[in-house]
Structure formats: structure tokens, C-alpha cells
């Protein structure tokens, strides 16, 4: 389940009070359930996956795909896989700390781990959302925010695209002004 943080140290635990809190952003949260049986609940279980296990996995969850495809024309998914090992890590999420928009909405749903996304609310407020196995999150086109791992720095993801250029990072050149943020 999602947990919203405020700069004030507030936190917000109930989906209807963070919906409010970040709905002038425009971000919408879901939550779906996340597969834990059989063999792709034992692939999520593993640090890294194959090109097929990663496959297996989003396959397992299609039917949420066909959904968001039906419904707002996402035409394409893949799965990140980001742990320790992963190369290029610590370059990775130094580019998504930053604050940044993108030009199409930004569409993930944890699978596995965890991550933080931030927002520039557009009263200038800057609030932290972590997500966690079963949150579904839509960040739309244009909305300044940010993205970095918790300290267990793993997360698997599924990412929704309607194309293939749309989320590439725009900087926006706004400070961070949450607790413990630099970059
Ligand atoms: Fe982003």
C-alpha cells in the first residue's frame, strides 16, 4: 500500500487522502493484486530475471495490460528489474533524481521491492509517495516529479508505454525543497 509523506513529516495511509493530497497533480493510484503463486510468483522472488523470466512475469499480469490497452491505448510493456547489481545503478537513478517531466504519462505498477516517486504539487508543495508491490500509478505528461529507490534499492516494475520516446526524462531545473533531497 502506498505511503504519502509531506515535508512536515506528515504521513497519509488511507488511498482516499493521498488521491486528494496528489489528484491536483493529476496522479492517479490504483491498487491491483500482484501475482505470488506458481511459477511467477517465484520468478518475482529472484534478484535478476532472463529476457524469457521477465516475459513469464508480465505475461502472468496481461490481463491489466489488455485493460489499460482498451482504455487509454498503451500499446506496449516491459518489465525494469533494478537491484545492487544491476550495472550503472547509482548513474541510473541520478538522472531520475533530478526533478523532471516527460512529454507522455509516466504508467508504473510494482510488482516486487519498492521505490519513491516525488511531486511538485502546483501550489509548490513537494510530497514523497512511496510504492510497494500491488500499487498502480499513472504520473501524467507534464507533471514535475522525481524517482528514487529506498534503501533495500530493488524494485520490479511493470511500464506502460503509448510510445516508445515519450518518457525521456525534461529537467526542469526546480530545486528540491523535501527533507534530505539533493541533487
Ligand atoms: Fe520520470
Not at 94 to 106: K, W, Y
Not at 124 to 141: A, N, S, T, Y
Request: negative net charge.
Amino acid at each position: 500500500m502506498p505511503i504519502l509523506e509531506k515535508a512536515n513529516g506528515e504521513l497519509l495511509t488511507e488511498m482516499d487522502d493521498i488521491s486528494d493530497c496528489l489528484s491536483p497533480a493529476g496522479v492517479s493510484l490504483e491498487s491491483w493484486p500482484v501475482i505470488r503463486s506458481g511459477e511467477v510468483g517465484a520468478l518475482l522472488a529472484l534478484p535478476g530475471l532472463s529476457g524469457p523470466e521477465k516475459e513469464a512475469v508480465l505475461s502472468g499480469h496481461e490481463r491489466y495490460f489488455e485493460r489499460l490497452r482498451d482504455s487509454h491505448g498503451y500499446q506496449s510493456r516491459d518489465l525494469v528489474v533494478l537491484s545492487p547489481e544491476t550495472p550503472g545503478l547509482d548513474d541510473l537513478l541520478s538522472a531520475f533524481l533530478r526533478i523532471h517531466l516527460h512529454e507522455d504519462d509516466e504508467v508504473r505498477y510494482i510488482l516486487d521491492g519498492e521505490g519513491v516517486f516525488g511531486f511538485v504539487l502546483p501550489d509548490g508543495e513537494q510530497v514523497e509517495l512511496l510504492v510497494q508491490p500491488g500499487d498502480f500509478i499513472r504520473v501524467p505528461r507534464n507533471a514535475e516529479h522525481w524517482f528514487h529507490l529506498t534503501n533495500s534499492r530493488r524494485i520490479k516494475a511493470v511500464r506502460y508505454f503509448t510510445s516508445t520516446a515519450g518518457w525521456v526524462p525534461v529537467y526542469t531545473g526546480t530545486p528540491h525543497t523535501f527533507p534530505g533531497i539533493s541533487s
